[in-house]
């Protein structure tokens, strides 16, 4: 019974009964008195409380189901278990700040919405993401990590759940409108702690002053939470990175896309990138986008190392010319400059990209998986996951990088519980499946490790770097016939495409045929296979590990055996 009033409860049944209940008296009464005073039929006094009877029940049924947000009418969510009903303790014990002095932390949820076509999704995860960037920069101002605030997005989480979970002081919401060039945009900021609100505003503008919107916007946060600002004032808060909406709004959706690449694929964001820049040849965020997504082609093998590299290359370039003080074109550089062997550079302009952007998160995690893989400041590495967690604690992505460090450092156990956290999150996150995977078949787990693995091939179209990770977990489990099935198919495959040779060789070493192997690892060598260096860390190497000639190839790619 006692779940049962909590859930009456929380959806406002009961306020909503007695609110019914006390208008339709007063309603009635009115009836009684006034009716008969207009000469009207008796039938319409016994009319109106017939109506008022049978309106009670559908009042109660529509305060069930639905909920009146600073968003509009919205479908009321499902009440969360015991576990996310309640935070963790680490969640519990992080102090809610309340006093005005304290109001300096901010988390800014995604835009809804509320175009009439509902085609402005991407829009509102735009704007969002530019004015918490912004933010992010300001001094004395902690803001929540776009992946830890994104990812309540649609859960029908309240305000001060978020705020607690998140641990700030206060949320930005609002919504997005587009109707052809017009542009109107909600804002409110609430302050976690009473739920009051403390500022908010709707702007009503043509779609080329999107950037002065985000400005003013972040602007009066600022001001509202009395952050001390370096510098000027006055200086825009918002560059208008390009005068061009169109090249802008291409931008947005190749990100969207890029945020779902694992969903929809790479392509449909390099699209709306490289035509971003057919809009904009001077706008430099799309070609991190076109670097980004060259980057992630040549690290899965779908495209020849040398291509991917390149035109990552030119890209990350192009973006650094054109913004310098661009902090994703500095991350776009670092992988590209450690893909290519220069680690000492790719750490440089990692760090750089953390000094113009301290909360970047994921140039933190990055960090650490480049030097798990070069082999080398394990310890300072893995110091630089717990940095990128507590910038993002709720991110999958980042819970997947950093399982992916603890692994190729060999702490397989604690890297299967950041993964399977993931999975939680994200029962479909590649990274997650095959990032178990491994580790499941690095602690012999062998039958979960097989079932994660044919997930995540499935899942990603069967593309040859996972299909590899796939075969030499069949092999480590002794199941030998399906582990050469999967060497026929990339073997076929080679012949009318790339295939990466490290999906090959970790096949191999793991059904007993190191000379083959080797020969495989000779040609990932040879052309300086970035999905070797991201999968060399495996423990599916083990049989061949003490080999001399295995150490040799590491050195050759600069990797400490």
Known sequence: MKPFLAELKRRKVV??????????LVVVEAANNLFPALNLPDWTVTLVVALAILGFPVSV????????????????????????????????????PERPDDLKSIAVLPFADMSPEGDQEYLGDGIAEEVLNVLALLPDLHVAARTSSFAFKGKGRSIQEIGRELGVATVLEGSVRKAGNRLRITAQLTQVADGYH????????EMEDVFAIQDEIARAIVDTLRVKLLGEQDRPLV???TKSPEAYDLYLKGRHYWYRRYKVGLQTALEYFE??????????????????????????????????????????????????????AHFSESLVLFYRGDYDDAERALQRAIELNPNYAKAHVW????????????????????????????????????????????????????????LEQEPESIIGLYGVGCSYSAVRRHEEAIAALEKAASLANRIPVIL???????????????????IEELEGRSERGYVSPVALASIYATVGRPDDAFRYLEAAVAEFSPAMANGIRYAFWEPIQSDPRFGALLGRMGLVP
């Not at 306020?15 to 339709?24: C, E, L, P, T, W």
């Not at 009418?73 to 996310?84: N, Y």
């Not at 507590?390 to 399982?403: F, K, R």
């Not at 092999?475 to 582990?483: H, K, P």
Request: glycine content about 8%; charged content about 25%; some cysteine.
């Open 468 to 486: 590899g990770l796939l075969g030499s977990a069949y092999g480590r489990a002794g199941m030998e016939r399906e582990a050469r099935a999967v």
């Open 275 to 328: 035509r971003a820049v057919e809009a904009d040849p001077d706008y430099a965020p799309p070609y991190t986008g076109i670097a980004d997504v060259h980057t992630v082609l040549g690290i899965y093998g779908l495209l020849p190392p040398d291509q991917a590299r390149g035109k990552a290359r030119a890209a990350a370039e192009k973006a650094l010319a054109l913004d310098p003080e661009l902090a994703e």
């Open 239 to 241: 560059k208008a990175a």
């Open 15 to 24: 306020r909503v009964a007695i609110v019914y209940v006390v208008v339709g």
């Open 367 to 422: 960090w650490a998986l480049q030097f798990t893989t070069v082999g080398i400041r394990r310890d300072e590495a893995l110091a630089e996951v717990e940095r990128a967690r507590t910038l993002a604690p709720d991110s999958a992505y980042i819970s997947a990088c950093a399982g992916l460090a603890r692994a190729w450092t060999g702490r397989y156990e604690d890297a299967i519980q950041d993964f399977e956290r993931v």
């Open 61 to 96: 049924a529509l305060a069930w189901a639905f909920d009146i947000t600073t968003q509009g009418v919205r479908r009321t969510g499902p009440l969360q278990s015991a576990e996310e009903e309640m935070p963790s303790a680490a969640v519990a014990a992080r102090p809610v």
């Open 198 to 205: 403390l500022w908010s505003q709707t702007y009503q503008q």
